[in-house]
C-alpha cells in the first residue's frame, strides 16, 4: 500500500511519513479501514474534536469537503492557479516548522518540500551557492542562509520546483 500512497502529496512528499502516524483504526471521512491516521497541524471548522483521517482523504479533499479542514495557509501569493491553491491548503499536509510552514514558488506552481536542512547539508549536497542565489533573487539575505540549523533556529527548509528542478529555501526562527 505504501507504493500506491508514494505520490498522494506532490507538494509534501514526506507526508507519509512525517505526519502520519501507522495505525489501525477507521477513517473518520470515508469510513474505510486504514493503516494510517494524520497527526500533524490542522484548522477544522466543522467538528469539534479531531477526526482520525486516512491518507487518502486528506489528499482528495474530501477531508476538507467534510469538516471544512485546511492544512496549510502560509505560501507564495504568485501562485494564482486555484486548482493549485486549492490542492496545497485542503489536500497537503505541512511540514513541521517554528512558525506556520510556508510553500514558494516557481513556475507558476508551488514547489515540492524536501527536507529541514542546515549549511552542512546544502554543501554536502553541492547546492549552497545555487540555493544563495535563490534565496536572494526571492528577496531574501543572503547573510541569513549561512547560519540556518536542520534543527535549531534558524531553520532551512528545502524545496524544489517541480517543474524546472531550481531549489528554493525557506528560513524560519523560533
Known amino acids: 500500500m505504501a507504493k500506491e500512497r508514494s505520490n498522494l502529496f506532490p507538494y509534501n512528499p514526506k507526508a507519509l511519513t512525517t505526519v502520519f502516524k501507522s495505525k489501525d483504526a477507521v ?22 474534536e479531531y477526526p482520525e483521517l486516512c491518507p487518502e ?42 512558525q506556520e510552514p510556508y510553500f514558494p514558488s516557481c513556475c507558476g506552481d508551488f ?3 524536501i527536507d529541514d536542512v542546515g549549511v552542512e547539508d546544502l554543501e554536502e549536497m553541492g547546492i549552497y551557492d545555487e540555493v544563495v542565489n535563490s534565496y536572494e533573487e526571492d528577496g531574501g539575505d543572503p547573510y541569513d ?17 517541480r517543474h524546472c528542478g531550481k531549489y528554493h529555501l525557506h528560513i524560519d526562527y523560533d
Request: aromatic share 18%.
Open 57 to 98: 482523504c486528506v489528499a482528495s479533499g474530501a477531508a476538507h469537503e467534510k469538516f471544512g479542514c485546511s492544512f496549510v495557509s502560509y505560501f507564495s501569493r504568485k501562485v494564482v492557479d486555484k486548482d493549485a491553491i486549492y490542492r496545497l491548503c485542503y489536500c497537503t499536509p505541512p511540514y513541521f516548522a517554528w
Open 145 to 161: 542562509v549561512a547560519h540556518i540549523e536542520a534543527v535549531g533556529s534558524p531553520a532551512g527548509y528545502l524545496f524544489r520546483c
Open 111 to 113: 514547489c515540492a518540500f
Open 27 to 48: 477513517c473518520d471521512c470515508c469510513g474505510k479501514k486504514t493503516d494510517m491516521v494524520y497527526e500533524g497541524p490542522s484548522y477544522y471548522h466543522e467538528c469539534d
